[in-house]
Structure formats: C-alpha cells, structure tokens
C-alpha cells in the first residue's frame, strides 16, 4: 500500500524581518488537499522570530542560538520535519498559490527530486532584474520542462528518504552546498524541471550586494570545483583556462535568453551592462580562486 504523502516545507533564515512574512502568507495559503506543515530555522539578530511566532502562529519555529548557513539550516529543518516529502524555500521568496501541487505531480510521476522556475519579484530595478538573470537564467518560467542535473534549493522538493540517503547538505558552506547536494542525487536520481512549480524571489536593489554576492558565488564555484569533479571543473583545475570563463559563461545566458526566454529579452538587452558587470565580478572571484593554491 502506498504511503500517503505529507509535505514539511523547510525555510533557513537569517535576519529575514524584510521578507519573511510575505514568504509565510503565501505558504499558508496553498491551494492544495495534501496535508503540509512549516518549519523556520532561524538564527537571526532581528525581529524575524517575532513576526513567525506572533502573526504566523501555526508555523514551526527552530531558534539557534548562533548564525547558522542555509545548508546546515536546512538540515536541522529536516530532523524536525513530519512530512515524507520535503519542500525548501527560501525567506526572501515567495510561492506561487499552486506551488506544492504543481511540485506533488511531479512526485507522483515517479521522480524523487523535482523543482521548478524563479520568477523576479521586485522587477522594479535594473539591478534587480541583471541580478535575477544572471541568478537564474537556466530556471526563468520560460524554460522548457526538462530533466536536469542541478537545481536551486529555493525551489527545491525532494523525497525525505531520498534526501537522508543523500545525506543531507554540506553544513559548512557559505555557498555550493546546493550543488555538491545536486551533484551527489543526479548520480542515482532523474532531477526534474518543471517550470509551473513557480516561486519568486527578491533581487539585490543595490550596486554593493549584487557584485558582493557574484563575486562571492564566482570564488566559492572555483573552490568547489578544485574539490569535486563538477561540471566545468577542468577550468578551475587548470587556472590559465579559467580566463576563458568570462567569455563562456555570458554565451551560455545568452543563448538560453534568446532560444527559450523571448518575453524577456527587451530586459536582458536594456541591463546588460549590468549582466556584463556581473559576469565580470563572478569571473573576477572564480579566476582568483582558481589560482590560489588552496
């Protein structure tokens, strides 16, 4: 007899007081018949515990006593959680109301880890939407459904059985924890892309954070890819063809904006600068790395 399925949706956070109480009113509003429970890992400074415990009273907070990374966060979230299928989110993003469903069908084909597409939720800006594009280009809601090898853990649902086989995520890394996770399930599981298991996600507004954040991604991709035979490791391993990966890189967003995300190509034109900036700064970090002996 098949077991009937129940959802623990898991949310790290760290002084997320701007966004998480949009993330939460859409998570208790899903539009779905499976049972579902929500659960905060919280290690914040600010008023984040606050507002869980005082307007969202039916959802679950885990409060650490010190700052904690996502990976790790995300890990003590599943050893509370009830459900047998897990479903991350990030504070600063927020659910589409047919998120879970859209996410469940999937299961219920037969994959064990499925995600779906990153929609920009404060397209105001232009730094908002370089930072979406060159966040998440290969997940925009144009992206075709497909089977992939790697998928952001913002919009991440996994089979709790699957997820402890795995062993869980790195606990000790800033950044990649997601795609050491990623790169150790696609070797026995098919990760499956669907692009109306939808959230949305707010962008970085400001010039410091958004090439603070690329530069950070770029250095710690190197640094993963020096340890672990990822995809594109031969251009850390070997650090004079890492200064191609400028070049690589804004050919790939490219090509995927112009074959599958049409509707935003008047944005991606009028922002990249900004998208080449970006690459720059990711470069700048990967290529740094890349040279460095450790």
Known sequence: MAKKLSVSIVIPSY???KWI???LSSLVQ???TIPYEIIVVDSSKDSTPEIVTKQFPSVRLVKLDKQTYPGAGRN???EKAKGNILAFIDSDCVAHPGWLEAALKGIKKGY???GGSVKNANPQTLISIADHILTFNEFLPGMPQREVCFMPTCNFICKKEVFKEIGGFPPDLLAGEDTIFNYKAAKHYKLFFDPEIQIAHHNRERF???FGHHYTFGKHSALLRKKVKLPGSIFAKYPFLSLLVPLVRLTRISLRMMRWNRKELFRFIITF????AGVSVWSFGFIKSSYCSS
Request: charged share 25%.
């Open 15 to 17: 002084n997320s007081e």
């Open 21 to 23: 109480a949009r993330c």
């Open 30 to 32: 899903q539009e779905t």
């Open 76 to 78: 003590i979230g599943v």
């Open 112 to 114: 064990n880890i499925v």
């Open 208 to 210: 410091k954070k958004f």
């Open 273 to 276: 600068p900004l998208i080449v």
